[in-house]
């Protein structure tokens, strides 16, 4: 599997864009790029996820660059609530598979 | 749809003592996986069921057992806890093709 690497934390104030970066230079054409953010020691929830292309949902927009050796996960109004460790995971989508974790991103949105 | 429970929420042990953790999900998900969680640090993969009948290890199977009891649900057993065993555990389960949902954590002390 292809090894991530992230920030350890970035701040952000409330109301703003958050751009969290995560690089992988090392994934495989058939891995895909997940996000998970996990609040407060709450289990993780899912975000989003993309292959190739950029994708947008209601919680976030996810730009893959052209070579997939990187991305960007982004919060377009970052609110309070959006406090949280955030992970990006490279996996290959086949039944059964688990995600591995690392260490992910503490974002800190602040008023 | 309650999606993935676990129970119990808390629990304590001394060493030595044996318990098993419950994990139910009512989504008609195939796979089903169990990750515990150490402070400061993300989730690692304990076991995992990729479908009913069919287990296999993880990350950090080492003093954990696990049943897949039937498509809805997959216990963790701890046959002898120790204090290395004390953490946050996680359920979780996805279908094919999908993002993975997650529970809500049962925390686990041993003293």
């Known amino acids: 599997d292809a090894k991530t690497t992230q920030p350890t934390s970035m701040d952000c104030a409330e109301g703003r864009a958050a751009n969290l970066p995560c690089n992988h230079s090392t994934i495989s054409g058939n891995e895909y790029v997940y996000w998970y953010r996990q609040i407060h020691s709450q289990g993780p929830q899912y975000i989003i996820h993309g292959l190739k292309n950029n994708e947008t949902n209601e919680m976030a927009s996810l730009i893959i660059t052209e070579d997939r050796k990187s991305s960007t996960l982004i919060l377009p109004h970052a609110t309070l609530r959006d406090t949280a460790v955030y992970y990006c995971?490279?996996?290959?989508?086949?039944?059964?598979?688990?995600?591995?974790f690392g260490k992910g991103t503490t974002l800190s949105v602040s008023s | 749809n309650a999606g993935v429970t676990q129970t119990p929420k808390f629990q304590v042990l001394k060493t030595g003592q044996s318990m098993t953790l419950q994990c139910a999900q009512d989504?008609?998900?195939?796979?089903m996986y169990w990750y515990r969680q150490d402070p400061g640090m993300g989730l690692r993969l304990i076991y995992y069921s990729a479908s009913e009948g069919t287990t296999d290890k993880g990350e950090v199977p080492n003093g954990y057992n696990v049943s897949r009891l039937n498509k809805r649900e997959f216990s963790l057993r701890l046959e002898s806890a120790a204090p290395s065993q004390t953490s946050v555990y996680f359920c979780?389960?996805?279908?094919?093709?999908?993002?993975?949902?997650f529970g809500p954590g049962t925390r686990l002390t041993v003293l």
């Open positions: 989504m008609n998900h195939n796979s």
């Open positions: 979780a389960s996805r279908r094919y093709g999908a993002e993975q949902f």
């Open positions: 995971i490279v996996r290959v989508d086949q039944a059964g598979t688990a995600l591995i």
